[in-house]
């Protein structure tokens, strides 16, 4: 994927949190950023825990407890970061919690492989969002998400999976296309319900409180999004 802009860090993005969190709109949006990144660790900690039982092997299950473990590993440092600020952890996760929900609740996979690919598009467009905000964060800020961004291994697992079988039945990869296809289009809409729900985020998206962002620039951001999901889509075999 495309990243951001790598030029020198300027406004924000040049402090960190001790001086950057003295602008108050600026901390509520980091803390509602936050709050939605440890939701969302959580969810996927679950999301993980239960697609396990769809695993046809023991190996893949194991493979897929250890990528648990590991969301929720993430989790706990999100809290732990957000208790450290002052921020009742719980009370910066609610608000996001029934968008997260729906979401899950509206993709639930009906199969394994369904189940990897909703973890390995879903996830992904969510954490290359938090990627591009991140760019515009202050640096203690931009290293933890950044930190708890990191592959947790799903990606390879699922493109090797998904992969060998649609080698083993191409009609598989008709199927997972159509779903991939409603994945994204779920995201999106949620993402988009998210941050217009919630002043601080969007003002940080648009150009207020996180310098560099403006109308222009968020188009851009969410095309490189859609670039990188085609890209995605294309690794698994898959047409986008």
Known sequence: METPDNATPTGIAAKDWAEASAEPQYRAAVIDLLGA?????LA???RLAEDAKLAPTLADKAELAKMASAEFQHFERLRDRLAAVDAEPT???E????ALDDFHRLTAPSDWLEGLVKAYVGDSIASDFYREVAARLDSDTRGLVLAVLDDTGHGNFAVEKVRAAIDADPRVGGRLALWARRLMGEALSQAQR???ERDALSTMLVGGVADGFDLAEVGRMFSRITEAHTKRMAALGLAA
């Open 194 to 196: 998210v941050v217009a």
């Open 44 to 46: 996927a900690f679950e």
């Open 91 to 93: 009370s910066a996760m």
């Open 95 to 98: 608000p996001f919690a029934k």
């Open 37 to 41: 990144l440890a939701y969302g660790e």
